[in-house]
């Protein structure tokens, strides 16, 4: 089974998500791709996020009609801050050890993994697969096989898809009352709009 992870604080979930869940899939030949919403981010625990409750909703109403879509609460479910390695191994004990784990993120949050909590382990229970962000090119991957020994053998670095929509963005076109709804799918659109989302 080759299963893709695609975990964030989805504030709110947009098309550049489905994307490229889409792309990772087609391209590595995963069977699923499992959304996991973040609880409480330890890397964005001085910030202000929509409640947990809203933001789950959003990634269910995002990703119904897609039967290789999941919606996993593992972190939601989580009590405290919530970090991607307990996550990663949840669910290699769920599917066991034959299991080929692919986390998706980003290339800016390559640049971070060093920082992450036991990155060391993480990258013994998954493969990292890292998608082009705008904005962001390539670390030195000699100098972060340094901080982290093991991490090149474990990156699968993908070209695309390129996907130029952030959630900062649209949280700040809402706000502002310029053009956003088509940046998110339109069951999203409509649920922000209805519970007043980001509307300072």
């Known amino acids: ?111 971070r993994l060093p920082q992450w909590r036991s990155v060391g382990q993480l990258i013994k229970l998954c493969r990292i697969a890292v998608v082009p962000r705008p904005g962001f090119s390539l670390p030195d991957m000699d100098a972060m096989e340094k901080q982290v020994p093991g991490l090149s053998g474990s990156v699968v670095l993908l070209d695309k898809p390129e996907i130029d929509v952030s959630a900062t963005e649209i949280r700040r076109r809402v706000a502002q009352g310029v053009p956003w709804k088509t940046m998110v799918p339109a069951p999203v659109a409509e649920y922000i709009k209805e519970h007043g989302l980001y509307v300072r």
Do not use: C
């Open 1 to 111: 089974m080759k299963t893709g992870i695609l975990g964030g604080t989805f504030d709110p979930v947009h098309i550049g998500h489905l994307k490229v869940a889409e792309e990772v899939k087609k391209r590595l030949g995963l069977q699923n791709v499992i959304f996991v919403p973040a609880g409480q981010p330890w890397m964005k625990s001085n910030k202000t996020i929509t409640p947990v409750e809203q933001r789950v909703e959003m990634v269910r109403l995002a990703i119904a009609g897609h039967p290789d879509f999941e919606l996993s609460l593992s972190e939601v479910n989580r009590p405290g801050s919530t970090y991607t390695v307990q996550t990663i191994r949840e669910f290699r004990r769920k599917f066991g050890e034959g299991a080929e784990i692919y986390f998706i993120i980003g290339r800016d949050g390559l640049w």
